[in-house]
């Protein structure tokens, strides 16, 4: 695997983790305040967590697809 796609996987996996952490950070402070604005908040951040969840798995299937053709064409 090169390089290149190695740091590419690992910054769309830390990404990831960074906006799971911040989910949960939200969530126990909407629990803690229980203010309406605090859950409309978590709502906000589930909804781009899934998104970037579906962006990084795009990121990752494209990777693994590159070094899928590579191999059959070695072949």
Known sequence: MRKRDRLQKKRAKVALNKAIKKFRKALQGAHA?????????????????????????AQLMSIARRYKKENRSKQ
Do not use: R
């Open 33 to 57: 305040t229980g203010t309406p604005e605090a859950y409309f908040e978590i709502m906000a951040l589930n909804v781009l967590l899934q998104l970037q969840g579906l962006f990084v798995k």
